[in-house]
């Protein structure tokens, strides 16, 4: 069976990554999942309807389904990256499935109220907040990294898939049965999806120093995003593209609505097109991407998709709008697709849920304030003037970045090394004591002191990165050449933890910095940690 499924799909085509057991079941549980949270929101937000005439309730059903992954972004990678993700990720499909529960028996009861559905929504936007970390960061560790790029490109296809099929799935049980009933399936499919979760064999790394702490994770997981040039880059781009593409997707009701004069059939087929071409394009990226490098691919793509989000509103009518849409769709999921498959492989694997978690509240908080912007812009105009100025915006801000390009910082080589300076002690130490300050003197020839200082301009970002409190450079000011660096961890165990977070890049760097070290011994390190006074 598994032969003839590795023959079926190929072994590089946009299918390939599903010959990989792990990957194939997790995109399952994947597009299952997506389908679930599209019914939910169609079913909370039909139910707000049913429950007050008032429109402000009835538009923060939205909020209270994306406000979690905005508030808990950073948390909820760093309980990812700190605690067994299998268990983390079992934990979360059953808090939806309880959640789902609770909706479906208070609505079968008729005890639902407009507040208690806000709260509900609120809390299974919870559930998706920590469960999209996870699978952002196990993605890499299930495919080969030549695979990476497709099976990004799948889970999108699934995504947009389960934005077609959710919305048609509740609308038709709805209209036949009620939503309580889709709260029902809801659970009985995040069940199934959790089941699928306990299967998976995951081998979770145990490491011999004690878990970090939480407060510590978020705070090494912010400064790691930081202090890397590539992952600001994409994280920049990210929030603009989201910022320029909301628009179009926030006032599509409003498109078919008054700017179409439609009505139901006339949203659902523009956001279907959206859709389809979404999915469209994501089965032939890989073929794009042998002739196109990811930065011109997001620049084309951002191009496209404000001529086609401008020929949308100016087209006549929605027979003319609909492949537009389509297009959009198309250019939207090279864009997209090109900066998550860049963030991917510029994290490693021990800080990737939390940067992707940072890169996915940078998504979030573009969809929501350009939701905001241009919501405002069509009130105060009307919605051609609102799409126009998103798609002049895009172009605009397109040309103003154009040296930002997310290859601009080749990517790093994040195979695990073992350092050269590894510390041997002659002394039990406390794994929490601290603070510990590492120093080490250098000895440079005076006439590379330049080239030592860019050396240990970027020694200070790699230092960061690995979960350095502090980091500075002092010079002799007796000796020419004489140079001490010094670095601050906040407890040994965390000095430690640097050693497993230590990569070929690091390795070539810590070279580099000794073959400037004129001395005949090796830089010498020093090693200090703060000690207790007694009264």
């Given at each position: 069976m598994k032969a003839y499924l590795t023959r079926f799909i190929g072994q590089d085509g946009w299918l390939s990554p599903l010959r990989f057991d792990a990957f194939r079941a997790l995109w399952l549980t994947w597009l299952i999942a997506n389908i679930c949270m599209w019914m939910n929101d169609v079913a909370a937000a039909w139910t707000m309807t049913s429950l007050t005439t008032s429109t402000t309730l009835i538009a923060l059903v939205?909020?209270?389904?994306?406000?979690?992954?905005?508030?808990?972004?950073?948390?909820?990678?760093?309980?990812?990256?700190?605690?067994?993700?299998?268990?983390?990720?079992?934990?979360?499909?059953?808090?939806?499935?309880?959640?789902?529960?609770?909706?479906?028996?208070?609505?079968?009861?008729?005890t639902l109220g407009p507040y208690s559905l806000l709260l509900l929504t609120f809390t299974n936007g919870i559930g998706l907040a920590m469960r999209w970390p996870i699978f952002a960061a196990v993605v890499p560790d299930l495919v080969p990294k030549d695979s990476l790029q497709p099976a990004l490109a799948l889970n999108a296809i699934a995504m947009n898939t389960?934005?077609?099929?959710?919305?048609?799935?509740?609308?038709?049980?709805i209209a036949i049965a009620g939503s309580q009933y889709v709260f029902a399936l809801n659970m009985v499919l995040s069940l199934i999806t959790t089941t699928i979760v306990m299967r998976w064999q995951y081998q979770n790394y145990v490491p011999a120093l004690p878990g970090e702490r939480f407060l510590g994770a978020m705070r090494v997981g912010v400064q790691h995003v930081w202090?890397?040039?590539?992952?600001?880059?994409?994280?920049?781009?990210?929030?603009?593209?989201?910022?320029q593409s909301t628009g179009v997707i926030a006032l599509l009701p409003?498109?078919?609505?008054?700017?179409?004069?439609?009505?139901?059939?006339?949203?659902?087929?523009?956001?279907?097109?959206?859709?389809?071409?979404?999915?469209?394009?994501?089965?032939?990226?890989?073929?794009?991407?042998?002739r196109l490098k990811s930065s011109n691919l997001v620049n084309?793509?951002?191009?496209?998709?404000?001529?086609?989000?401008?020929?949308?509103?100016?087209?006549?009518?929605?027979?003319?709008?609909?492949?537009?849409?389509?297009?959009?769709?198309?250019?939207?999921?090279?864009?997209?697709?090109?900066?998550?498959?860049?963030?991917?492989?510029?994290?490693?694997?021990?800080?990737?849920?939390?940067?992707?978690?940072?890169?996915?509240?940078?998504?979030?908080a573009g969809s929501a304030l350009g939701a905001a912007l241009w919501g405002k812009l069509a009130s105060e105009l009307d919605v051609t003037s609102s799409i126009l100025a998103s798609s002049i915006f895009g172009l605009l801000s397109l040309f103003l970045i154009r040296k930002y390009r997310i290859d601009k910082h080749a990517a790093e080589d994040l195979t695990p090394v073992c350092?050269?300076?590894?510390?041997?002690?002659?002394?039990?130490?406390?794994?929490?004591?601290?603070?510990?300050?590492?120093?080490?003197?250098?000895?440079?020839?005076?006439?590379?002191?330049?080239?030592?200082?860019?050396?240990?301009?970027?020694?200070?970002?790699?230092?960061?990165?690995?979960?350095?409190?502090?980091?500075?450079?002092?010079?002799?000011?007796?000796?020419?050449?004489?140079?001490?660096?010094?670095?601050?961890?906040?407890?040994?165990?965390?000095?430690?933890?640097?050693?497993?977070?230590?990569t070929v890049e690091d390795l070539a760097m810590q070279e580099e910095r000794q073959r400037h070290h004129i001395d005949s011994h090796p830089p010498k390190v020093t090693r200090k940690i703060a000690s207790r006074l007694r009264a």
């Amino acid at each position: 069976m598994k032969a003839y499924l590795t023959r079926f799909i190929g072994q590089d085509g946009w299918l390939s990554p599903l010959r990989f057991d792990a990957f194939r079941a997790l995109w399952l549980t994947w597009l299952i999942a997506n389908i679930c949270m599209w019914m939910n929101d169609v079913a909370a937000a039909w139910t707000m309807t049913s429950l007050t005439t008032s429109t402000t309730l009835i538009a923060l059903v939205q909020t209270a389904s994306s406000l979690p992954v905005l508030l808990l972004g950073v948390p909820s990678g760093a309980m990812a990256d700190i605690v067994n993700r299998k268990h983390y990720f079992v934990f979360t499909q059953i808090w939806l499935a309880i959640n789902a529960t609770v909706l479906m028996l208070f609505l079968a009861i008729g005890t639902l109220g407009p507040y208690s559905l806000l709260l509900l929504t609120f809390t299974n936007g919870i559930g998706l907040a920590m469960r999209w970390p996870i699978f952002a960061a196990v993605v890499p560790d299930l495919v080969p990294k030549d695979s990476l790029q497709p099976a990004l490109a799948l889970n999108a296809i699934a995504m947009n898939t389960s934005r077609i099929v959710g919305p048609l799935v509740a609308g038709f049980i709805i209209a036949i049965a009620g939503s309580q009933y889709v709260f029902a399936l809801n659970m009985v499919l995040s069940l199934i999806t959790t089941t699928i979760v306990m299967r998976w064999q995951y081998q979770n790394y145990v490491p011999a120093l004690p878990g970090e702490r939480f407060l510590g994770a978020m705070r090494v997981g912010v400064q790691h995003v930081w202090q890397s040039n590539r992952m600001r880059i994409i994280i920049v781009r990210g929030f603009l593209f989201f910022l320029q593409s909301t628009g179009v997707i926030a006032l599509l009701p409003v498109i078919a609505k008054d700017h179409f004069g439609g009505g139901a059939n006339t949203f659902t087929l523009l956001l279907s097109c959206l859709g389809l071409g979404a999915i469209i394009a994501g089965t032939q990226l890989p073929r794009i991407r042998k002739r196109l490098k990811s930065s011109n691919l997001v620049n084309y793509g951002v191009v496209i998709l404000c001529i086609t989000c401008a020929g949308v509103v100016l087209s006549p009518n929605v027979w003319i709008a609909s492949p537009l849409m389509m297009i959009c769709g198309m250019a939207w999921i090279a864009v997209a697709n090109s900066l998550t498959t860049s963030a991917q492989l510029t994290l490693p694997s021990w800080v990737r849920a939390r940067g992707m978690s940072i890169y996915q509240m940078s998504l979030m908080a573009g969809s929501a304030l350009g939701a905001a912007l241009w919501g405002k812009l069509a009130s105060e105009l009307d919605v051609t003037s609102s799409i126009l100025a998103s798609s002049i915006f895009g172009l605009l801000s397109l040309f103003l970045i154009r040296k930002y390009r997310i290859d601009k910082h080749a990517a790093e080589d994040l195979t695990p090394v073992c350092p050269l300076e590894r510390p041997h002690v002659t002394k039990d130490i406390d794994l929490h004591a601290g603070p510990v300050v590492i120093s080490i003197e250098y000895h440079i020839h005076k006439d590379h002191l330049e080239e030592f200082r860019k050396i240990m301009g970027r020694t200070r970002k790699s230092r960061l990165r690995q979960g350095a409190l502090s980091w500075s450079l002092f010079e002799d000011a007796e000796h020419i050449g004489k140079f001490i660096e010094n670095f601050v961890f906040e407890t040994w165990a965390d000095y430690l933890r640097r050693f497993d977070r230590f990569t070929v890049e690091d390795l070539a760097m810590q070279e580099e910095r000794q073959r400037h070290h004129i001395d005949s011994h090796p830089p010498k390190v020093t090693r200090k940690i703060a000690s207790r006074l007694r009264a």
